[in-house]
C-alpha cells in the first residue's frame, strides 16, 4: 500500500504531540511493509527530502504570511503543489492521511483532484480546547474541521472522550471513527549508568526537594495556574522540600506573576523550552509528574512519564482519565481543583513505596495498551477497510 501523509509537524520541527505522534507511527506502518510518503514544513535547515526510518519525507517551503492564518493558507498551496508532483511522478497512492485542520486544504484538494480516499486523524478540537465557540477564529477554525471530517472517509481519534466530543461538536457518524490511541517509544527514556544523574538533578532542585514537575505548552486549557495554586498546601505539609519546575516555552509571565503572589516563587523554577535529550534525563531524576489539563484529547505526556518511570498525577479531563488508571498506574484528581491535586501530589510523595507499585504497573502498561507496534496494525485495519471500500464503489 502506497500512503501519502500530510502533517503541519515532523522533527525537528515540534510545535506539540502531533509530530511525535507522526514520527514514531509511520516507521511502524512502513515494517508492515507499507511505503509511506509524507509531507510536511521546512525547518531550521533540514533537507527538502530525506528518508527518516523509512518514511519518504518532503518539507516545503512556505512563504510568509500577514498573519497566522495566511501562513496556513500559503502552507497548504506549497503542500499541495508537492502532492501533485508527487503523485505525477509515482504510481497512484491508496490512501492520503491527514493530520488535522490545518493541512485540510491540501489534502481535500489532492483527495479531490486525483479521486484519492482520504483519511483523516483529529488530534483536538477548537470546541473542546475552548468549552464553545465564541468568537469569528473559533468559528472559523471549527469551520475548518467540520470540512476536513465532511471529506475523509474515515476520521481516526486518539480516545473514546474525543470521539464523543466529535460527535457533540460535529454530529459525526459514530462509525464513521476509530478511536486509536496515541503512543510512546520507551526506550528513549532509557537510563545511561555512565551519566552523572546527580549533578544533573541538582541543576533544578537541591539534594533535599523532591521534583514535581509539569512539561508542556504554556496554554490556558493546560491547567498549569492550576498546579501553581496547589503548590503552597505541598510545600506546607513537606515542610517546603520540593520544587515545582516548569518546563516549556510560551509566555509565562502570567505564571510566574501568580508564583510570585502566590509566595512560592523562591520553589518555582521556569525553565523555559529544553531540548529533547536533557528532557529524557530530567524526567528520570524527577519525583512526580503532573498533568492538571483542563482540555486534554488524550495526554501523550503521562506516557512520556510512564516511560521515565515517574509517578503521575492528572486530572480527570478528556483522555487523560483513559490513559491514567486511577490508583493503578497514576493518580487521578478533579479537574480545576487545586486541593484535589494537592492531594494526589502528597499521595506519591508521602508514600514511596505506593509511588513504585505505579511506577511498574505503569511501565507494563505501556506494552499493554501503547506500542506502536500494536497501534500501527489498528491503523493497517482502517487502511484495509477503506481500500476495500473503494473497490467496491469502483
Known sequence: MRILVLAWEFPPRIVGGLARHVAELYPEIVKLGHEVHLITVECNGSPAYENVEGIHVYRVAV???SDFFHWVVNMNQSMDQQGQRLIAQKNPFDLIHAHDWL???AAISLKNHFQIPLIVTIHATEYGRYNGLYNDTNRYIAGK??????????????????????QRAFGTEWEKMSVIYNGIRPEKKHRD??????NFRRRYAQDHQKIVYYVGRMTYEKGVSVLLTAAPRV?????QCAKFVIVGGGNTDRLKQLAWNLGIWNQCFFTGFISDEDLDKFQTVA?????PSLYEPFGIVALESFAARVPV???NTGGLAEVVQHGKT???TYTNNPDSLAWGILEVLNNPAYAQILVENAYRDLDLRFSWTRLAKETEMVYNKIVEMRSQNE
Do not use: K
Open 313 to 315: 498525577v492528572v486530572s
Open 63 to 65: 512563504a510568509a504570511g
Open 103 to 105: 493541512v485540510g486544504d
Open 330 to 332: 497514576g493518580v487521578v
Open 145 to 166: 474541521e467540520s470540512t476536513l471530517i465532511e471529506n475523509g472517509w474515515q476520521v481516526i481519534v486518539c480516545s473514546d472522550y474525543m470521539r464523543h466530543e466529535l
Open 193 to 198: 549508568p555512565d551519566f552523572d544523574y546527580i
Open 235 to 239: 510545600l506546607d505539609e513537606m515542610n
Open 287 to 291: 519525583d512526580c509528574a503532573v498533568f
